[in-house]
């Protein structure tokens, strides 16, 4: 059982910068990746970053060379830290994590786990 808590959300200007960091509570499977998703008012959840167990990092266009996702180990909590923070930004940002109790990564094997969730508002 994978139990994520996000934080570091807030209220920011455009321009600033938020450092959201998410924990798992305890690792009993193993870990196959992390990531970030988005969801602002009106809009489906949309993926913002991840970090895979091999280290592959991903960045979905709108936040690339402004949002660097971290981990220092598998252990670590997750990090994300978002600079150069547009309006668009304002979003419930939302922790994600692939574990595995199957004794492998890969479809069929991991399942996804959700944190609740931390408020990004970006004002103009």
């Known amino acids: 059982q994978v139990r994520l808590v996000e934080s570091g959300g807030g209220s920011v200007q455009a321009g600033g910068s938020l450092k959201l960091s998410c924990t798992a509570s305890r690792y009993t499977y193993i870990n196959c990746g992390m990531g970030w998703y988005r969801q602002a008012p009106g809009k489906e959840r949309e993926f913002v970053s991840s970090i895979s167990s091999d280290g592959t990092i991903e960045y979905a266009d709108s936040v690339k060379d402004r949002f660097t996702i971290s981990r220092d180990n598998v252990k670590a909590p997750l990090y994300m830290q978002m600079n150069s923070l547009k309006t668009e930004d304002t979003a419930v940002y939302y922790c994600?994590?692939?574990?595995?109790?199957?004794?492998?990564?890969?479809?069929?094997?991991?399942?996804?786990?959700w944190g609740q969730g931390t408020q990004v508002t970006v004002s103009s």
């Open positions: 994600w994590a692939a574990a595995s109790g199957l004794g492998r990564c890969g479809r069929g094997y991991q399942l996804d786990y």
